[in-house]
């Protein structure tokens, strides 16, 4: 039986062939070719030719020896006015790019010897204006705008978050670990955050970044109404990301005071501590005063890692922190879910060593509209949100503190005097029902809700196991 050669392979030839429009001998061929398709061997490449040549999208000229292959001319053929993508991306999964983007790859695509080391541009940040520098168009924004929108848009901050949250901690959690070379799989960390089931044949560190995922979303989730674009809020952010992934324990949650490289880069950040500090806050500052949530988190998505503020984990910063304005805002957040990993390795470097963000641009739409498209399909099946549970949420957690924190093994009693003093009588019934089901259903997935310490949950769980156990005696 013959084998069906991808179609991209031929693609791939003749793209090769038209950027040489004087033409190419097959040995300057295979050289170009010996990148993208390793195992082709000259016959085979011989057979791909000739079958180019019967469709004419290339022909010969010179014979022998002096033979080269050259781009058919163009309107000879009606295949080779159709765009067709670079040589860079044919071969592998990408978003769809622009012109702009297209010429990012392909310069942040070449040898590193051909690339010019550069340095951090403090200018690249001082001078974007909030509300009159735009790295999203106008169009773009309000494109987003439309299909960001949920049922939650007029609900307090984080609504839309939490009632999808389960989904979400999977979904992002798996997403941006898999950006950074994790290989767990999305069903192996739903079984680690729902049942903190540890995949077989993984490193602790994999493990140890999912779990860092989950806690630092579940605080942006659950803090959306106190949560900005502060200096408390992501230096919180960091050492609950990187907790127990860093070298030295001490950097979690600080910024740098040393020199970092960027592997396979040419840029070089900011070395002094200083700067890493004003330029930080400034950052932070600019972001904060920037009126549009979506400009907002590209812009954290974009800058943050260019600065490199922490000695390591500024990428999944900053990737989390993009998220802190979609959940402050009820719209629909971004989970980085089936995003090309090389797609997005290309656009921040397009960042980091040309200050051009259209690449990143192009990733970032794509994988917007992408999780819009996950996450509002699902909504259209879910429930509207319980009033009740939104006007009572900083009680309901209050109570759950209340009874945890004071390792009652009886707590009917503690949430009966709690709702006597707090509730008006009118719900007291339906929020006592509330608080007792809270508390019943607590568990270590979901203690950060309550914004509770794993510890005080134990420790609480542990009296009212053995209380449970004389009881039974």
Request: aromatic share 8%; proline share 6%; with cysteine.
């Amino acid at each position: 039986m013959s084998q069906v050669v991808p179609v991209e392979e031929y693609d791939l030839i003749a793209r090769v062939i038209t950027e040489h429009p004087e033409g190419m001998r097959i040995s300057a061929l295979e050289k170009s070719l010996s990148f993208h398709l390793p195992d082709i061997n000259r016959r085979t490449l011989q057979r791909r030719l000739q079958r180019l040549l019967e469709e004419g999208r290339i022909v010969t000229q010179g014979e022998s020896i002096s033979l080269v292959y050259k781009p058919a001319p163009a309107g000879i053929t009606a295949q080779l006015t159709a765009p067709k993508p670079s040589i860079a991306a044919v071969m592998e999964l990408y978003v769809p790019v622009s012109p702009e983007g297209r010429i990012i790859r392909d310069l942040v695509r070449q040898p590193l010897m051909h690339r010019k080391p550069v340095g951090y541009q403090r200018a690249f940040l001082e001078e974007y204006e909030p509300g009159v520098t735009f790295y999203l168009p106008a169009s773009l924004r309000a494109g987003f705008h439309e299909m960001g929108r949920t049922p939650a848009d007029k609900h307090p901050a984080g609504t839309y978050a939490r009632e999808i949250l389960n989904r979400l901690l999977i979904d992002l959690s798996w997403a941006s670990s898999r950006l950074e070379g994790n290989t767990y799989n999305r069903l192996d960390t739903q079984n680690l955050i729902e049942f903190g089931q540890v995949a077989a044949g993984k490193d602790i560190q994999e493990t140890q970044m999912i779990l860092n995922h989950k806690a630092a979303i579940e605080l942006l989730v659950e803090s959306a109404d106190q949560v900005g674009f502060n200096s408390f809020t992501f230096l919180n952010l960091h050492a609950i990301l990187s907790e127990n992934l860093l070298p030295d324990d001490n950097a979690s949650g600080r910024l740098r005071r040393r020199p970092v490289d960027i592997s396979g880069s040419v840029y070089h950040p900011p070395a002094m501590p200083q700067v890493v500090e004003d330029c930080f806050h400034l950052l932070l500052q600019k972001a904060e005063a920037i009126p549009d949530p979506f400009e907002q988190a590209f812009f954290v998505m974009m800058q943050l890692p260019y600065l490199q503020p922490f000695e390591d984990v500024n990428k999944r910063v900053s990737r989390l922190g993009a998220n802190l304005p979609l959940i402050r805002n009820n719209l629909c957040p971004l989970s980085f879910v089936d995003v090309p990993v090389q797609a997005y390795v290309d656009g921040i470097l397009g960042v980091y060593e040309f200050n051009q963000v259209d690449l990143l641009r192009d990733v970032f739409t794509w994988a917007y509209e992408r999780s819009c498209q996950r996450y509002l399909a699902i909504t259209q099946t879910m429930a509207d949100p319980d009033p009740l549970h939104i006007r009572y949420r900083e009680a309901l957690i209050q109570v759950v503190q209340t009874v945890v924190r004071g390792g009652k093994n009886e707590f009917l009693e503690d949430v009966r005097q709690f709702v006597d003093q707090n509730i008006p009588e009118d719900d007291r019934d339906v929020f006592n029902k509330m608080a007792l089901d809270a508390l019943r259903n607590l568990h270590e997935g979901n203690v950060a809700r309550y914004r509770l310490k794993l510890s005080e949950f134990q420790a609480w769980k542990l009296k009212r196991d053995r209380h449970d156990l004389l009881t039974k005696e």
